[in-house]
């Protein structure tokens, strides 16, 4: 159970340059994207900077929902850069480059397949030190800040895949929750479905001493440990926040109380899947963003198509959890009532249907897009999305229910239209 | 929030030696104490050492309750034996006797007052590196595992006091039930008054954000921080398990189920009080336990009188929680109806009697001293009681509502008898 330092609370991010200085950073590189580096989170960083005197450079090239090619070009700056410590300002996108940028400079003989998870890459073990890395997350979704993860769509194979080590994890979370303020509606919404399915998710994982194989070597094991007694309190904590504050969140941008709290829930949850995994609703979403054709989220000022990771996420959970819930038909029967349902005459066999049934309605009544049709997706796709989820085993195998390719297909297809 | 890795399961103990491979260790400092190290738990670890070829030294002289003579003679120990990891096996006396061997011997130059909190000693900020320190913990009560504390009895004083510092924080605890099957009936009950009382202070603690002074230096702040949405979960979970457990724990020592949950409820707890801090119970406990007059605990092999640290919290809790009450009636009731009053028909105001009254029951079923006088102390010590209190005030000022020196003496007024 490996869990990053975090710091909370409003306006905490101007202490960030004495965070550096106490860290004896010399040089640093600050990550964030265009949009953001015009909005007060930047803001707040670069003032906290140039009070205690800290030299920097920026980079502000981060792709949302980044590709093989972005993080090489992060990583080439990075290790032109020469720098001794890492400070990344912004959503999943930021934070996960900047992990990989920090991992590669820092290891600058390994060719990049080397530490991408396999069996893409070699998923090899990183044993070379890094340097510090603040993570300063913008969205309430994601909780990179927390976790040794870091997501990008390899181009060629046109799937998600990631890097997935302890050493990646950051030094410091910083979770102010001003910076929550500046997000649009659809952003507030798409990175609180991926809060709502890494809760999920990681409390219907495979249990971790069901898992195998399990490495003698404490060294050998990997991030996602499956369900555990300790990742259980993260992961049902950020659900009770998820049931209470995300609707508020999102459609009220001035309901501090609200978006502070789905901030912390964001991290929350990021330390209950950092340890104990995700499953079937990751390992899917996948190939939906990877092989996106022409779809334009509101809300997303980008210049190409894309599937937000949240959405990509969530539009599966209903078929995912009636899918899964014949292991553990108490624990999803739970999360149904968390969200809401009414369960005094349920039945226990029921679980599936009902966590399923109280997924749909809350995605209603969020306006979320009707299923994978509505965001360009047909049938004849699922051959290929069935495909591009067959490499993600680092996280499906951890889905409670093994399942064959057929099911795969089966879950793509009930997902194809949610109401 | 800083939070140690910590890894939970039956048998785990075996890994340690390759734990300790992997952290390239070369020289290991193994601390114990004499009665455990003839049981299973350090058995454990001995094996696995043997296992992996690991050169280490025993140091079995640990003093349960350890004073500034039984630490400095650890850290003697650890100065000649330039050691390069260290492991304790044992309860929380075992654990804080390494963490200030680290730091001593990580530190040759320093004076023992300069670490030594304020105002009896300098409490100077921790900034050498210190070796890693795994802890294997042996009760379920302390916590020691993941804290950056180390308490001891300052003997010249007559007054326990501590070193608390993020910088002393074990790299790991082996959170391993099989050990908590070693412990008798009187150190399972007393070391869960420990996790009791660190789960109700944390969660009545003041809260963070109305704690003074602040420092501006994020490196200047105490590892104490008030109460916090992060501890609050930890503390809340750590008394749902206690309220569950702890009677099935003290009275089946088969109760396995029982035993592992207290063994991870006092992890959790000290995940909890670590960051959050406690406050009365723990201030006034030090002078309870460093005047001890002629008190041998059942259970504990020792040739000294001592009032076992658990017991010496515990006994002032209900005095303690109606005096504090005042401040959030709601926390309290809260925490009286997690151990089990019934509060459908309660008066908020009524809170402070309430929680004191289930903690009352609560101690007399488990058939627990009734209160200071049955432990040797009467009227006439109450100011050397309330002197030894004062200098507490690292924990005394997290009590939610300020104290005055009348206070401190009505609390160990109220606190002579219980039942």
Same mark, same amino acid.
């Given at each position: 159970?490996?869990?990053?330092?975090?710091?909370?609370?409003?306006?905490?991010?101007?202490?960030?340059?004495?965070?550096?200085?106490?860290?004896?950073?010399?040089?640093?590189?600050?990550?964030?994207?265009? &949009?953001?580096?015009?909005?007060?989170?930047?803001?707040?960083?670069? &003032?906290?900077?140039?009070?205690?005197?800290? %030299?920097?450079?920026? *980079?502000?090239?981060? +792709?949302?929902?980044?590709?093989?090619?972005? =993080?090489?070009?992060?990583?080439? =700056? $990075?290790?032109?850069?020469?720098?001794?410590?890492?400070?990344?300002?912004?959503?999943?996108?930021?934070?996960?480059?900047?992990?990989?940028?920090?991992?590669?400079?820092?290891?600058?003989?390994?060719?990049?397949?080397?530490?991408?998870?396999?069996?893409?890459?070699?998923?090899?073990?990183?044993?070379?030190?890094?340097?510090?890395?603040?993570?300063?997350?913008?969205?309430?979704?994601?909780?990179?800040?927390?976790?040794?993860?870091?997501?990008?769509?390899?181009? @060629?194979?046109?799937?998600?895949?990631?890097?997935?080590?302890?050493?990646?994890?950051?030094?410091?979370?910083?979770?102010?929750?001003?910076?929550?303020?500046?997000?649009?509606?659809?952003?507030?919404?798409?990175?609180?479905?991926?809060?709502?399915?890494?809760?999920?998710?990681?409390?219907?994982?495979?249990?971790?001493?069901?898992?195998?194989?399990?490495?003698?070597?404490?060294?050998?094991?990997?991030?996602?440990? #499956?369900? &555990?007694?300790?990742?259980?309190?993260?992961?049902?904590?950020?659900? !009770?926040?998820?049931?209470?504050?995300?609707?508020?969140?999102?459609?009220?941008? @001035?309901? +501090?109380?609200?978006?502070?709290?789905?901030?912390? $829930?964001?991290?929350?949850? #990021?330390?209950?899947?950092? %340890?104990?995994?995700?499953?079937?609703?990751?390992?899917?979403?996948?190939?939906?963003?990877?092989?996106?054709?022409?779809?334009?989220?509101?809300? *997303?000022?980008?210049?190409?198509?894309?599937?937000?990771?949240?959405?990509?996420?969530?539009?599966?959970?209903?078929?995912?959890?009636?899918?899964?819930?014949?292991?553990?038909?108490? !624990?999803?029967?739970?999360?149904?009532?968390?969200?809401?349902?009414?369960?005094?005459?349920? +039945?226990?066999?029921?679980?599936? =249907?009902?966590?399923?049934?109280?997924?749909?309605?809350?995605?209603?009544?969020?306006?979320?897009?009707?299923?994978?049709?509505?965001?360009?997706?047909?049938?004849?796709?699922?051959?290929?999305?069935?495909?591009?989820?067959?490499?993600?085993?680092?996280?499906?195998?951890?889905?409670?229910?093994?399942?064959?390719?057929?099911?795969?297909?089966?879950?793509? @297809?009930?997902?194809?239209?949610?109401?």
């Amino acid at each position: 159970m490996a869990i990053s330092n975090i710091r909370y609370g409003e306006g905490v991010t101007k202490e960030i340059g004495m965070d550096l200085q106490n860290l004896g950073a010399r040089r640093v590189c600050l990550m964030t994207d265009k &949009n953001l580096s015009q909005l007060p989170p930047v803001k707040a960083v670069l &003032n906290s900077l140039a009070k205690c005197g800290i %030299n920097f450079q920026m *980079y502000d090239s981060v +792709r949302v929902e980044p590709t093989d090619q972005s =993080f090489l070009d992060a990583i080439t =700056f $990075a290790q032109k850069g020469e720098f001794d410590a890492y400070v990344a300002v912004g959503g999943g996108s930021v934070i996960d480059t900047c992990k990989a940028a920090n991992l590669y400079a820092s290891s600058p003989t390994s060719a990049f397949l080397d530490y991408v998870n396999s069996p893409i890459g070699k998923g090899k073990p990183v044993s070379v030190p890094l340097k510090p890395l603040i993570a300063v997350p913008t969205t309430a979704g994601t909780g990179s800040e927390t976790t040794g993860v870091a997501i990008f769509d390899f181009k @060629e194979l046109k799937v998600k895949t990631g890097i997935a080590s302890r050493a990646i994890k950051p030094t410091l979370g910083i979770i102010d929750p001003l910076h929550t303020l500046s997000m649009p509606e659809r952003i507030v919404a798409n990175s609180g479905f991926d809060v709502l399915c890494h809760a999920l998710e990681s409390y219907t994982a495979l249990p971790y001493n069901m898992r195998s194989p399990c490495p003698s070597n404490p060294i050998s094991r990997p991030a996602y440990q #499956g369900s &555990n007694p300790i990742s259980d309190v993260w992961a049902l904590h950020a659900l !009770r926040i998820v049931a209470k504050y995300l609707k508020r969140a999102i459609r009220n941008p @001035e309901d +501090r109380e609200a978006r502070a709290n789905m901030h912390l $829930a964001s991290a929350f949850a #990021g330390i209950g899947f950092g %340890n104990a995994g995700v499953h079937l609703c990751h390992g899917m979403s996948y190939p939906i963003s990877g092989l996106v054709k022409t779809y334009k989220p509101k809300d *997303y000022n980008v210049d190409h198509s894309l599937v937000p990771h949240g959405l990509s996420v969530v539009l599966t959970s209903p078929a995912v959890f009636a899918f899964t819930a014949q292991i553990n038909p108490e !624990r999803h029967l739970e999360a149904a009532e968390i969200l809401g349902a009414d369960i005094r005459t349920a +039945r226990i066999k029921d679980a599936g =249907f009902i966590l399923a049934d109280t997924l749909r309605k809350f995605l209603f009544d969020l306006n979320v897009d009707d299923g994978l049709a509505a965001i360009g997706y047909s049938k004849a796709d699922i051959p290929a999305l069935v495909k591009g989820t067959l490499p993600q085993e680092r996280v499906t195998k951890l889905s409670p229910r093994p399942q064959t390719e057929e099911d795969l297909s089966a879950l793509f @297809e009930a997902s194809m239209k949610l109401y």
